[in-house]
């Protein structure tokens, strides 16, 4: 079955679809994204993507393209069209198309709006799951507003390639004073010696991921011990558990950081745990 995407107001072959050489996505990655899992035909926490994407643009001062309520609609029919059951619908906005120039083009400049849908293996998932991966730690090389989900992703390119150089699933990245601020496309989590689970609190440094976010109160529903604070990777290594959390994905168990085996090398229970509860929570 031949893909479709949605460019700017039509639905077009996948193969085909095309935006302009000086769209300021291209240009500049002068554009902001949302990526949401689907799981039996529906969209996975929703609401709370498209909050964070109206976040972005009004940080970045970009008007949306259409109303929510037509991106919603969008969205679905990209799912729809493309028949996708498990997988993830993706939806990016530039600024638009205008001769090149830093500066912001004239307020009359139409933004530009893509939307795709793919499926992905659920069984791929579930092997990583079951045996846990790997990470591998990397300087942090991105800007001051990793808060903001912006196309412009060179740094998560480099560290995730980092990554699949060392036979890692994934980079974390480290601030100046050894902490751990998140993964390259994903939020980072430790069980820490002390029993307690761990991930840095919001900020400009880190995105504020929903799955994040969804994963604090079923926390709290199960008893299990916060404390949102900064890790260093010399905490993680001596960490009961990792584990890394991301909308495609949900619960990730981490079984090595630089080689270092984490707790018993083996996937931990308070991730298995969280992971569960998360996808039955959204099944609800
Ligand atoms: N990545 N941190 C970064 C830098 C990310 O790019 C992502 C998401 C996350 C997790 O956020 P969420 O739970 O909202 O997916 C954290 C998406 C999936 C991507 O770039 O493909």
Redesign the pocket.
């Known amino acids: 079955m031949p893909r479709i995407a949605y460019v700017n107001g039509r639905y077009v072959p996948h193969a085909t679809g095309q935006v302009h050489i000086e769209d300021r996505g291209f240009q500049f990655a002068d554009g902001v ?3 949401c899992a689907v799981r039996g035909g529906q969209l996975i ?1 929703e609401e ?2 498209l909050r ?1 994407l109206d976040r972005s643009l009004n940080e970045l001062r970009m008007r949306s393209p259409v109303g929510s309520a037509a991106l919603r609609h969008v969205m679905r029919e990209t799912v729809r069209r493309n028949r996708v059951a498990d997988g ?1 619908v ?1 939806v990016q906005i530039s600024r638009g198309v205008a001769p090149r120039d830093h500066g912001f083009p004239s307020a009359e400049t139409e933004p530009t709006l893509v939307v795709t849908a793919r499926s992905i293996a659920l069984e791929k998932y579930a092997a990583w799951a079951a045996t846990g991966v790997k990470v591998v730690t990397i300087p942090e090389s991105r800007w001051a507003r ?1 808060d903001i ?1 912006s196309t412009a ?1 060179l740094a ?1 390119v480099l560290a995730k390639q980092h990554a699949r150089e060392k036979g890692a699933f994934e980079s974390w990245f480290v601030d100046r004073d050894g902490f751990v601020t ?6 980072a989590w430790i069980v820490d010696a002390a029993g307690k689970l761990r991930t840095r609190p919001l900020g400009h440094a ?9 994963i604090l109160p079923l926390c709290r529903q199960l008893g299990i011990e916060l404390d949102e604070r900064a890790f260093t990777v010399e905490e993680a290594k001596a960490a009961r558990e990792a584990f890394l ?4 994905i949900g619960v990730l168990p981490i079984t090595a950081v630089d080689d270092c085996k984490i707790g018993t090398g083996r996937p931990g229970p308070i991730a298995a745990r969280l992971g569960e509860a998360y996808w039955t929570s959204r099944s609800e």
């Open positions: 994204y949302e990526v926490d709370p993507h964070r993830l993706y990793c989900k992703l998560n998140e993964g390259a496309s994903t939020n880190i995105l504020p991921g929903i799955t994040r976010g969804e959390t991301a909308a495609s």
